[in-house]
């Protein structure tokens, strides 16, 4: 699974790498080392016009977006937010017909830049036999920005008011697969990536063919990545700092 990673890029580095024209006036997303479930998060987005089903590639009211989403995504049918918080990745095998997932999967596709995740490895001490969790920071060998498949839905909140800008909450997950290269000796799951060739196919809601679509999902950095192990102050969320991808000394 992914459930923590790191996003530290500003609005104005993202826009023109993900071709956004006009992306946030306001810096409303701090650099973050820790981002946790429930966060919100910098998503890229293209979102489709009402009668998206007779929209072609190129229509013009189809804007790619930079906007922040919730970690976690809600259902539009749950009957709480609270399931975000266990809906955060959604697994490549199985998302084109999860009944929470499917439905985004072919309308609502989302990129979530990321420099890279952390996972933990179970290690057991072989003085006392003791197992203990050390985390790794993974990430591109070339430190590139890394783009993670992902998905968003909207969910209204029944208790508020329809005219009320707190009526529609958006939520997204991230995509995971197989771990390979680095990760895998570190955790049996991460997180899918997209190459800069494949942005635009992923984001368009017109491209509706889940066989394609799955096509498009690789390996992050073309299975090209790094791990080091991190101090385990990454495993408070309420930590937050640069130093947490430092590598530990001990």
Same mark, same amino acid.
């Given at each position: ?147 993670? &498949? @992902? ?7 029944? !208790?508020?008011?329809? /005219?009320?800008? $707190?009526? =529609? *909450? ?12 680095? &990760? @895998? ?7 899918? !990536?997209?190459?800069? /060739?494949?942005? $635009?196919? =992923? *984001? ?13 999902? @690789? ?7 790094? !791990? ?23």
């Amino acid at each position: 699974m992914c459930g923590r990673y790191v996003s530290t890029r500003s609005p104005q580095d993202l826009a023109p790498l993900f071709h956004v024209a006009d992306p946030p006036p306001e810096e409303t997303l701090a650099p973050s080392w820790n981002v946790a479930p429930t966060d919100n998060v910098w998503a890229v987005l293209e979102q489709a016009p009402l009668d998206s089903d007779s929209a072609s590639a190129n229509d013009a009211r189809v804007r790619r977006e930079l906007r922040p989403l919730r970690w976690g995504l809600v259902p539009s049918w749950a009957k709480d937010v609270k399931i975000g918080s266990r809906m955060i990745n959604a697994r490549v095998e199985t998302v084109h017909e999860k009944p929470a997932y499917r439905r985004a999967f072919t309308r609502r596709r989302c990129l979530l830049p990321a420099d890279g995740f952390y996972e933990w490895e179970q290690i057991k001490d072989p003085g006392t036999g003791k197992t203990r969790k050390q985390p790794y920071f993974i990430h591109p060998e070339d430190d590139q920005l890394m783009a993670l &498949a @992902g998905l968003y839905e909207y969910w209204r909140d029944p !208790a508020v008011k329809h /005219d009320d800008p $707190d009526a =529609w *909450l958006i939520t997204c997950t991230i995509i995971t697969t197989e771990a390979t290269d680095a &990760a @895998g000796r570190v955790h049996p799951r991460m997180p899918l !990536a997209l190459t800069p /060739d494949h942005y $635009d196919t =992923w *984001l368009d809601p017109t491209h509706q063919d889940p066989h394609d679509l799955r096509a498009l999902l @690789g390996q992050p950095a073309g299975g090209h990545l790094d !791990a080091r192990p991190v101090s385990t102050l990454v495993n408070n969320v309420r930590n937050n700092s640069p130093h947490l991808v430092d590598e530990a000394t001990s």
